[in-house]
């Protein structure tokens, strides 16, 4: 199967919003510091519980 990734909200080191509403995490490798729409990227699923929706 495929999975298709949108962020989450605003982006930054401070902004834990986004990551609670994250159901996976994108795998960026080292040498790729860029990914574009359309790159197949590897991702990390994270457990979610539907009832803190």
Same mark, same amino acid.
């Given at each position: 199967g495929q999975y298709f990734t949108r962020l989450?909200?605003?982006q930054g080191s401070?902004?834990?919003t986004s990551m609670?509403?994250?159901?996976g995490?994108?795998?960026v490798p080292e040498?790729?510091?860029r990914v574009e729409a359309g790159d197949v990227v590897p991702v990390m +699923?994270?457990?979610?519980?539907?009832? +803190?929706e």
């Open positions: 989450t909200g605003p401070g902004i834990l609670s509403r994250a159901n995490l994108v795998v040498d790729k510091p +699923m994270l457990d979610w519980n539907e009832e +803190m």
